[in-house]
């Protein structure tokens, strides 16, 4: 059963590191995003999004609704980008009977630095990004490497994504405070943990004048999360659908 929908006014579209778009496409942008996210928290079935995408992609300055991007800087290949983001994450205590009498763990906003390395068709990525609404206080290091194949206008990329989350990070989202005991979970804090997720990507500019991208993305969770009382999957899969046009 699906347990929430959110309408949201924009979503990030990863070029950087997904397929080459077509050049024409820089400019100001609108279009939809579709994406279903099997939780891995106890009886909380699915996260589901929908959501309009306002948006202006240059040469250096990005912007889809809250997710900017600029690079500063460009030193050996190496792309150097400032990044801001929001973190679709969190619950509230009547999303699943687990959480009930829990204190909601918010939605945030993250800010960091990013660094963007391409060669040839091979594209490796870091960021170092932090909660700037003091939600968690936690922080995120993501490593990633990919490989474009072309196949006329269709780009398949396959990627390796590793990510390391900082304990208070863990500990806001999958921990349980001692307040937050009840028959259903046991106290729990949470430490550092490293992630593991593997996508496919396939884009092309073909259809209705546009950019269209889907990506199925599976995560495997660290045993520091999965031991969490609130926590019932070890991975989760993320299905998402994008589609973008110049006004």
Known sequence: MIKKLIFCLAITLSFSSSADIPKDTSGFLYGFGLSTNKEIYKDYDRRNLLLPIIGYKGEKFNVYGPFV???????????I???????FQGFDDDDSYIFDGMADRKFSMDAGIGLHYKKNDWKITFSSMFDVLARSN???LTSSIGNIFRFGPIFIEPKIT?????????????GVGIDEINVNRTAYLG?????TSISLSISTP????GYTQININHTWFDSVITDSPLVEDHSTLLIRILYTRKF
């Open 69 to 79: 991007s600029y690079e500063v800087e460009k030193i050996a290949g190496i792309k």
């Open 81 to 87: 980008l400032v990044q801001a983001a929001p973190r």
């Open 138 to 140: 936690g922080m995120e």
């Open 162 to 174: 590793f990510s390391y989350l900082d304990s208070n990070h863990v500990d806001y989202y999958y």
């Open 191 to 195: 430490q550092s943990a490293l992630n």
């Open 206 to 209: 073909i259809f209705l004048g």
